[in-house]
């Protein structure tokens, strides 16, 4: 089945540490994308890649870092710099194209609780 | 950051209810005009991308109709089934260069058996 993943599902981390999300997809998308959801707040974007081994800050990218070294994977790192880490992460890819214009698949999301 | 907005935030139908709901959006410089479905516990999943002022698209007893000139779409939901409750997303790219999408709040949709 071609899809995304995202693992793990939930994560528990301490103040202070770094934790990386993983996101896999094997739809051969050249783009991909991090979104962050708070409560009754839209999707927020954090990162996205049109390319391998390129990326672009999205709206809120400070406290973030990724890396793009595979056309299928696009890891997530929140730094001990991201004020409020605490929140539900989503990624996403797609056929890369300006303006927006092919939809975005997304994966399942990995809730992340930072104490 | 340009603003989507949807409304209303969250409705409760009966099912076989038939039931509408809006995306406002900025008129000026659209390219696109995406909507997604998200089911609890679920990946939001596309409905339509709509690019062209007045297209209309279905799916199902699923349609959307877009008006560029003056900034908003419509999602219909035609005899409203339990499976239909989810959160309803639009959103659109900021610019012509651009790559990404903004979201919408969304809207909450609950089907009443």
């Known amino acids: 089945d071609g899809g995304i993943t995202q693992s793990p599902k939930y994560l528990f981390r301490k103040e202070g540490q770094n934790v990386t999300l993983s996101c896999e997809q094997n739809l051969n998308h050249d783009a991909m994308y991090w979104y962050r959801q708070d409560p009754g707040q839209g999707l927020r974007l954090i990162y996205y890649s049109q390319i391998v081994n390129d990326f672009q800050k999205g709206d809120i990218a400070e406290g973030y870092s990724v890396s793009r070294e595979k056309k299928e994977s696009f890891p997530l790192t929140v730094t001990s710099a991201q004020k409020n880490p605490t929140a539900f992460y989503l990624c996403a890819s797609s056929i890369s194209g300006l303006a927006g214009v092919y939809e975005q698949y997304f994966g399942p999301g990995t809730r992340l609780t930072v104490t | ?113």
């Open chain 2, 1 to 113: 950051i340009l603003n989507v907005e949807q409304s209303p935030q969250s409705l409760h139908v009966q099912e076989g209810d038939s039931t509408n709901f809006t995306c406002s959006f900025p008129s000026s410089n659209f390219y696109a005009l995406h909507w997604y479905r998200w089911e609890t516990a679920k990946s939001p999943e596309a409905l339509f991308v709509m690019t062209l002022n007045g297209d209309e698209k279905k799916k199902g007893r699923i349609s959307a109709t877009l008006n560029t000139k003056e900034g908003y779409s419509y999602l219909y939901i035609k005899g409203s089934q339990p499976e239909d409750s989810a959160t309803y997303l639009c959103a659109f790219p900021p610019g012509a260069g651009s790559y990404q999408l903004t979201f919408g709040k969304g809207t909450k949709l609950s089907v009443i058996p």
